[in-house]
């Protein structure tokens, strides 16, 4: 995808799919938990309504965080952001008590997998920010 529109030369919101197979792993991964949380959300409304909320939340959080990653916008620093959001989902389904599943299981190892792609984009993200 071009930086540029060609007819105004205004530079492009989007800077389009990153190149190498890290960055498909972290967004592949932020989609799995994303799935997850949201596809659940609406039953765990149903006995829960913070936890549901927070359930859709982090399912928000994660398509925020794509799209930013996504756009011009996106630094360095916001890796971190990335891996302790990621992490902080781990925690919490712990620290909430949350039911061990198959669901449950392939959310933290999604969240898990993210984070270390995150910090691995950030120990070799040598790009020049502005």
């Not at 530079?11 to 498909?24: C, D, E, R």
């Not at 996504?70 to 916001?78: A, C, I, Q």
């Not at 997998?113 to 691995?120: K, L, P």
Request: aromatic share 12%.
């Amino acid at each position: 995808m071009s930086a540029t529109d060609s007819n105004t030369g205004a530079q492009s919101l989007f800077t389009g799919l990153p190149s190498g197979i890290v960055p498909i792993v972290a967004i592949l991964a932020a989609l799995v938990s994303t799935y997850i949380h949201l596809s659940l959300a609406p039953m765990v409304l149903q006995f829960n309504t913070v936890q549901g909320i927070l359930f859709i939340l982090a399912g928000l959080g994660f398509i925020g965080g794509i799209i930013l990653y996504l756009t011009k916008y996106w630094r360095r620093e916001l890796y971190l952001v990335a891996i302790v959001f990621a992490l902080a989902q781990v925690a919490a389904f712990f620290v909430m008590g949350g039911r061990v599943n198959q669901m449950a299981i392939a959310s933290k190892v999604s969240e898990v997998v993210f984070a270390a792609a995150a910090a691995y984009l950030y120990q070799t993200d040598t790009a020049v920010t502005s």
